[in-house]
C-alpha cells in the first residue's frame, strides 16, 4: 500500500514541480519587459504569489 501512496506523492511532486517550472518562465518573461501595463502588474503579482504557493506545496510533500 506505501508503494501506491508513494507513487501518488511522486506523481503529485512532479506536476507541482512542472506548474513552478511554468509560473517560473511567466513571471521572467514579465520581468524582461521595460514597463508592464495595470494589467500585467496584476498578472505578475498573482504569478509571483502562485508560483510561492506552489513552492510551499512542493516543500511540505518533500518532508
Known sequence: MATA???DKQALL???TEEHRLLDE???HLERRVALTTAEQ???S???KQKL???D???R???
Open 46 to 48: 498573482r504569478l509571483k
Open 57 to 59: 506545496r512542493i516543500a
Open 26 to 28: 511567466q513571471v521572467r
Open 42 to 44: 496584476a498578472e505578475y
Open 5 to 7: 501512496l508513494d507513487a
Open 14 to 16: 512532479d506536476t507541482l
Open 61 to 63: 510533500l518533500q518532508t
Open 53 to 55: 504557493l506552489t513552492k
